[in-house]
């Protein structure tokens, strides 16, 4: 019913940027907070980066002053706009978003498929 896409990912050197886009779709009635996670082979999920349906923002320390999430409520869009990137950046990003479909109580949480980041040394 409700589907997120990401796209943008790819393989960039340290010190490059990239943007992550995700596309929310379905039948959707209101869209609550939105971020994007990411996990690389053998390490916990982490968070990235969150943002309300009012702009406010949240960011884990091993990426604030680099990363920007931002959103777009009339496309049902959300953003991660990576600058100087590391390294330890690589990992599959997930967007994620609390959904609240038509005449349906409450928010659902939903999740992409992931693209893959990878940052060469």
């Known amino acids: 019913q409700v589907q997120l896409v990401e796209s943008g990912g790819g393989l960039v050197q340290p010190g490059g940027s990239l943007r992550l886009s995700c596309v929310v779709s379905?039948?959707?009635?209101?869209?609550?907070?939105m971020g994007w996670y990411r996990q690389a082979p053998g390490k916990q999920r982490e968070l990235v980066a969150t943002?309300?349906?009012?702009?406010?923002?949240n960011y884990a320390d091993s990426v604030k002053a680099r990363f920007t999430i931002s959103r777009d409520n009339g496309q049902n869009t959300v953003s991660l706009q990576m600058d100087s990137l590391k390294p330890e950046d690589t990992a599959a990003y997930y967007c994620?978003?609390?959904?609240?479909?038509?005449?349906?109580?409450?928010?659902?949480?939903?999740w992409g498929q992931g693209t893959q980041v990878t940052v060469s040394s």
């Open positions: 994620t978003a609390g959904v609240q479909m038509y005449r349906e109580f409450g928010f659902n949480q939903y």
């Open positions: 379905g039948s959707i009635f209101s869209i609550g907070v």
């Open positions: 943002i309300t349906n009012g702009g406010t923002t």
